[in-house]
């Protein structure tokens, strides 16, 4: 239902009102080969907010059980964590 109705925003809500997330952090894990979720779509996301950590995986697609994918997914959880409890872990 949420999925249909385009999650009840605008098409434009999101990148335009970008500048409200700036002081949330983000980690973004995009597959180069996404054909669901274009990469165009990352890029234009991270434009519209910068503070945003991009990951491509080259040749990815959109799942999370591609190998590549779901090491990104975990290297970024690590770093999450590391910036949200500051444990230590590479950031």
């Known amino acids: 239902h949420y999925s249909v109705h ?3 925003l605008d098409e434009t809500a999101i990148l335009t009102n970008a500048d409200a997330l ?3 952090p983000a980690i973004a894990v995009q597959g180069t ?3 669901i979720c274009p990469p ?3 890029y234009d996301l991270h434009g519209a907010w910068p503070e945003l950590e991009l990951v491509l995986v080259g040749g990815a697609g959109h799942s999370m059980y591609d190998p590549d ?3 990104e997914l975990l290297e970024a959880t690590d770093r999450m964590h590391g910036r949200l409890f500051g444990d230590g872990v590479a950031t």
């Open 40 to 42: 165009r779509t990352a």
């Open 22 to 24: 700036a002081d949330v």
């Open 69 to 71: 994918i779901q090491h």
């Open 6 to 8: 385009d999650g009840f």
């Open 33 to 35: 080969a996404d054909t």
